[in-house]
């Protein structure tokens, strides 16, 4: 321990020096690590034969994550790329260059958790006496104690829910945590709980969560909210091309049959993908090894789907990793270049703050992305139609706890989201208060058109009769004047609320809003579905657009893939374009109130608007000659019959 304590400072903040000098003394560290091999064999050198992913992580932590003084690393891997072997590594060396540290490594299951045991007992065992790295002298069930006073406690998650879910790592407080294959834990109380044991301030806590992908579970929402938290998280994907030995050399009869065909054009752009986002370049040697991977008997046909499985633990990318059970419901082509086009539009933020009457409401610009309820990217236009969608927490799904509403603005092609509110926490009549709030904010310019379309199931129900009352008390009732100085007066003539009907049904319904059943909600995902594929619908929200991601079809089932997972957003927008469908977009192709024609008529030049003009007096009169001449046809027919 002699030569690393020069470069170990017990106290402070983490400096880029700081780090740089603690990653020479891991690298000397691992020079005596050794390890038992499956492709290497037993006392193996681990540093003789590190991956580049191995390299990657090794790199990032100290560059990217301590020397920035942040602590937590989130790392989706690959398959067999060695970062297990990594950080158990750092479970020896970390606890043995800080004394008195209290650490714990995590397992998904219980044989895993004892064979992780028996590996870091054995890299303490084969480090030389002469390096003077601190020894184990406490082995009990629980755990290891160092002679420096350090400890590591064992522990596994488990990989179904139990009563005992929730203790994980409860009655500990912990500085250091290695959590290994959280796509296997079943177990969301426990991952609060082993969070909530966590230090916020210790100076030298350290924690490593790493996983393949799988499905869409609670590993998938870690890592959307450590992309999210980049002031003290870090985020690392290494994928199959990162392990150095997945190739087939040339010349080899392997490279023959998988490598001797050029790229194909999805090969290529995934190569470009890898190079952009990774830097790293792929090379005919391994793209030979995918191709052996994926379709070993190459009788594959480049227009069938890849096996889910396979991508699922070899990924090129992060957005390939998560791979759902049942039918993909949206196409990933789609929501990829729609998240870019996320990446290229500002919003603004609000927080919503209700008060003891929907008069006291009020929106207050969110401090931090945290707080934000309320995403506005486009304010009111006059003389434009929209369509207010609300699906309140439990309404048409009991696993959905948030409330969500939705704002679209609407043409005769297309409809376009120019609002966005979401949260876990509002109570019925407060969301009621929202969703009138939004309507009369799109219907105060003049000329305006509101629908709102709401759930009704479970707390829709009072959602709606408050929403009914409240429009009357600010419309004729005691509310009326402090209303109309508050910007609340417009729900009487330009707002519309939806009426339910049929779609096999010849008569105008008589039932207010919606109420959803499987067989409905297959009819409304399909129709935002066909829409967004189609181009039709803009969707500017990029939760919406990740959520979608998670959304599957099993059957005659549409929804989330994982367990207590959420599609309220992709249900209010749904709702949004069940209202601009049945409700309003007739009406506005019979006015030829297209996104591009509304462009030319509010920012064209006069000779553009004169073009417009000219375009829709020929397209009437083309059409009330048709009409003519159709009469014609009907009175000279019946003539012929007399």
């Known amino acids: 321990m002699n030569d690393l304590t020069q470069y170990i400072e017990s106290e402070g903040t983490w400096t880029p020096q700081r780090a740089a000098a603690v990653e020479k003394a891991f690298w000397t560290f691992a020079k005596h690590v050794r390890v038992n091999s499956k492709e290497k064999g037993g006392n193996y050198r681990v540093i003789d034969g590190f991956y580049t992913s191995q ?74 006496r002469s390096y003077h790295f601190p020894r184990i002298t406490g082995d009990n069930r629980d755990g290891l104690t160092f002679e420096n006073g350090s400890r590591l406690l064992f522990m596994s998650a488990g990989i179904r829910q139990t009563t005992s879910s929730g203790v994980l790592g409860r009655s500990e407080g912990l500085n250091y945590i290695h959590a290994s294959e959280l796509c296997s834990w079943e177990n969301e109380e426990g991952i609060k709980s082993l969070r909530s044991s966590a230090s916020k301030f210790y100076p030298n806590r350290l924690y490593l969560w790493e996983s393949t992908a799988r499905t869409y579970n609670a590993w998938y929402d870690m890592w959307v909210e450590a992309k999210n938290n980049d002031l003290e998280e870090v985020t690392l994907f290494v994928g199959w091309w990162s392990k150095d030995d997945q190739r087939f050399k040339r010349g080899s009869p392997h490279y023959q049959r998988y490598g001797s065909d050029p790229p194909t054009d999805e090969e290529l752009k995934r190569i470009k993908i890898v190079k952009d986002q990774y830097d790293f370049d792929i090379d005919d040697e391994q793209l030979a090894w995918y191709r ?83 995403k506005l990217w486009e304010e009111p236009q006059p003389e434009s139609v929209y369509v207010v969608g609300g699906d309140p927490g439990f309404g048409h799904n009991e696993s959905n706890n948030n409330s969500c509403a939705q704002v679209i603005r609407c043409y005769a092609d297309a409809w376009e989201q120019v609002a966005e509110f979401t949260t876990p926490v509002i109570e019925p009549h407060h969301f009621s208060w929202l969703l009138l709030s939004l309507v009369c904010y799109y ?83 399909e129709g935002l579905r066909n829409n967004f594929h189609n181009g039709v619908a803009l969707i500017r929200s990029s939760p919406a657009l990740e959520e979608m991601k998670t959304i599957v079809r099993e059957g005659d089932k549409i929804g989330a893939a994982q367990k207590n997972g959420r599609d309220d957003m992709n249900f209010a927008l749904a709702l949004c374009n069940r209202g601009w469908e049945e409700r309003k977009r007739l009406s506005l192709v019979a006015q030829n109130r297209t996104r591009e024609a509304d462009k030319i008529r509010r920012s064209g030049t006069i000779i553009d608007r004169v073009a417009l003009f000219n375009s829709n007096m020929l397209q009437d009169f083309l059409k009330t000659k048709e009409a003519q001449r159709r009469q014609a046809r009907i009175i000279s027919s019946q003539r012929s019959r007399w």
């Open 55 to 128: 390299r990657r992580f090794t790199s990032t932590l100290f560059n990217k994550v301590l020397a920035t003084n942040r602590h937590d690393l989130k790392c989706l891997k690959s398959r067999q790329l060695g970062i297990t072997t990594n950080c158990e590594m750092l479970d020896v060396f970390w606890p043995g260059i800080h004394d008195g540290l209290q650490g714990a490594i995590i397992y998904d299951t219980t044989s895993h958790r004892e064979s992780g045991r028996a590996r870091i007992k054995n890299i303490v065992s084969n480090l030389p």
């Open 292 to 374: 052996w991977f994926v379709d070993p008997t190459r009788e594959r046909e480049s227009d069938d789907p890849e096996d889910s499985y396979a991508i699922s633990d070899q990924p090129w990318t992060e957005d390939e990793a998560f791979q759902q059970s049942g039918s993909t419901f949206y196409r990933s082509d789609r929501l990829q270049q729609a998240l870019a086009y996320t990446t290229t539009v500002s919003y603004k933020s609000f927080r919503f703050w209700p008060g003891h009457n929907i008069t006291e409401c009020d929106f207050q610009s969110a401090r931090y992305v945290r707080e934000t309820q309320l």
């Open 443 to 525: 219907a105060t310019p003049q000329q305006n058109d509101v629908l709102m379309i709401c759930e009704l199931n479970g707390p829709g129900e009072e959602v709606w009769r408050n929403y009914k009352q409240t429009a009357v008390i600010i419309r004729s009732g005691y509310l009326r004047f402090a209303a109309k100085q508050s910007g609340l007066g417009n729900v009487s003539g330009n707002v519309s609320n939806y009426f339910y009907t049929r779609s096999d049904s010849m008569h105008f319904g008589n039932s207010y809003q919606w109420k959803t059943n499987q067989q409905l909600k297959v009819q409304i995902m």
